[in-house]
C-alpha cells in the first residue's frame, strides 16, 4: 500500500526553465510534508517543507505547492540549473509520529 | 560541523550470515532513524529511536532485524541469518526533537549491504 507515490520515474527540462515534481498521497492524516533531494552515494538532503495548514511555501528558487482536496502536492523549480539534477522524494508525517513516508523518487535531469 | 556518518559504506555478506551496520548521528541530535531504501524506491521506514529507547519499530520487517541505541548516541542496526531480499541502503537519519512538531531529518550516505 503506497500511500505517497511520485507516478513519474523521470522528468528532463532544459536548464533556465521551470522543473514541476508532482506527488500524490492517500493519508488524509498526513499534515506534514517535505521534498527531500539525493545525489548518488550520498544520503538525501531536505529541500523544503509545508504544513497542512498551508497551501504554498517558498524559498528561494523552490516553492511547494499543497492542495489537500485533491492530495496532491508539487514541487517548482525555477529557474531550474544543471546542479538540480538528482533524484527528487516527496514525503509525508503525521503529527506526533516521527517517521516519514517516501514515495518512490524522481529523477530530474537539467539539460544544459 | 560532521554529519551523520554510517559505517561500513558497503557491505557484502552471504546468505544467512549476520551483519551489524553503525550510525553515528549529529551530535545533540536525540532522535534516531533507520531507513531502507531497495533499488527503484524510496527509502521505507524502520525504527526510530527517542534517546535509547525505541520509540516506534513498527517498520522492521521480521524478527531477524534488530536495533540498539544503548548510550543515546551510536545506532547499531544488527540483522541476523542474512537473506538475499535483504540487499539494499540501509540509511540512518537523526534529528532534534521539539514537541507537538515535526522535526527535520538528517541522513547519512548509507551502508550499501548485498547479500549474494
Known amino acids: 500500500d503506497q500511500q505517497v507515490k511520485q507516478n513519474s520515474p523521470s522528468l528532463s527540462v532544459q536548464e533556465g526553465r521551470i522543473s514541476i515534481l508532482n506527488c500524490d498521497y492517500t493519508n488524509s492524516m498526513f499534515d506534514y510534508f517535505l521534498w527531500y533531494k539525493k545525489y548518488p552515494a550520498e544520503g538525501p538532503t531536505f529541500l523544503i517543507s509545508i504544513s497542512s495548514i498551508k497551501d504554498k511555501n517558498e524559498d528561494g528558487r523552490f516553492t511547494v505547492f499543497l492542495n489537500k482536496s485533491a492530495k496532491h502536492l508539487s514541487l517548482h523549480i525555477v529557474p531550474s540549473q544543471p546542479g538540480d539534477s538528482a533524484v527528487y522524494f516527496c514525503a509525508a508525517s503525521i503529527q506526533g509520529a516521527q517517521k516519514l513516508v517516501f514515495g518512490q523518487g524522481t529523477r530530474l535531469t537539467i539539460n544544459p | 560541523g560532521a554529519g551523520v556518518s554510517q559505517t561500513p559504506s558497503n557491505k557484502v555478506t552471504e546468505k544467512g550470515k549476520y551483519v551489524e551496520l553503525r550510525c553515528d548521528p549529529i551530535s545533540g541530535h536525540t532522535a534516531l532513524y533507520w531507513y531502507r531504501q531497495s533499488l527503484g524506491q524510496g527509502p521505507e521506514f524502520l525504527i526510530y529511536?527517542?534517546?535509547?529507547?525505541?520509540?516506534?519499530d513498527s517498520g522492521l520487517p521480521n524478527d531477524r532485524f534488530f536495533a540498539v541505541r544503548p548510550e543515546g548516541s551510536v545506532s547499531t542496526l544488527k540483522i541476523q541469518r542474512t537473506e538475499r531480499g535483504d540487499s539494499a541502503v540501509y540509511l540512518c537519519a537523526s534529528s532534534q526533537v521539539r514537541l507537538a512538531a515535526h522535526n527535520e531529518q538528517f541522513f547519512g550516505p548509507g551502508t550499501r549491504l548485498t547479500v549474494l
Open positions: 529511536f527517542q534517546g535509547t529507547g525505541a520509540a516506534d
